[in-house]
């Protein structure tokens, strides 16, 4: 990262990474945002990012390279890399990687409300096992801590239907 007298920059391949979601911080508290935070990340074939309700930012999805399924409201959504998903707050959203090729994606939220979410997260899946009621509860509390409503039945659900792995983050990408 470089810092220019009125901002950052942020080159290809740099920002503090997340290694357990396979997630990196782009811009933030670090790079002097304050209402803005941008990660960039993966998600790999057959993930599935549990179904869950921001209550205090807005988030966009950037679709770079592959194509992502998402869940927004009720509605089922497919974007293709050039794509980008509004998920507003206080609507519950999903994301998943049905193909068989890895997806790079921007997640952008405003404001910056989630900015060490994603750090305990990872802490979370390199400490629990993902696929336990430990690791749920664990979740859960994170969530609550930071306003999210995670929805484990349609999580389910969409797992069996779809035949997808997971559980993966709000917001993160990977497991």
């Known amino acids: 990262m470089v810092q220019r007298s009125?901002?950052?920059?942020?080159s290809s391949g740099e920002g503090r990474k997340v290694p357990a979601l396979g997630m990196q911080y782009k811009v933030g508290a670090a790079t002097g945002s304050a209402n803005l935070l941008v990660m960039e990340g993966v998600v790999l074939p057959g993930v599935l990012v549990t179904p869950h309700?921001?209550?205090?930012?807005d988030e966009c999805?950037?679709?770079?390279?592959?194509?992502?399924?998402?869940?927004?409201?009720d509605e089922i959504l497919e974007a293709a890399a050039g794509s980008y998903v509004s998920?507003?707050?206080?609507?519950?959203?999903?994301?998943?990687?049905?193909?068989?090729a890895p997806?790079?994606?921007i997640e952008v939220h405003t404001p910056t409300t989630f900015e060490h979410y994603y750090d305990r997260l990872g802490v979370l899946f390199e400490s629990h096992d993902p696929g336990g009621d430990a690791f749920r509860r664990a979740f859960d509390r994170l969530a609550a801590e930071h306003?999210?409503?995670?929805d484990w039945a349609?999580?389910?659900?969409?797992?069996r239907r779809?035949?997808?792995g997971g559980p993966s983050s709000p917001g993160g990408v990977s497991s």
């Open 87 to 100: 998920k507003p707050r206080n609507v519950r959203h999903a994301f998943w990687n049905s193909s068989r």
């Open 103 to 105: 997806a790079k994606v």
């Open 61 to 73: 999805s950037f679709i770079l390279e592959g194509s992502l399924t998402y869940l927004v409201g």
């Open 147 to 150: 306003g999210l409503v995670l």
């Open 6 to 10: 009125t901002g950052w920059v942020v």
């Open 154 to 159: 349609l999580h389910d659900d969409l797992s």
């Open 162 to 164: 779809s035949g997808l």
């Open 53 to 57: 309700t921001h209550t205090r930012e």
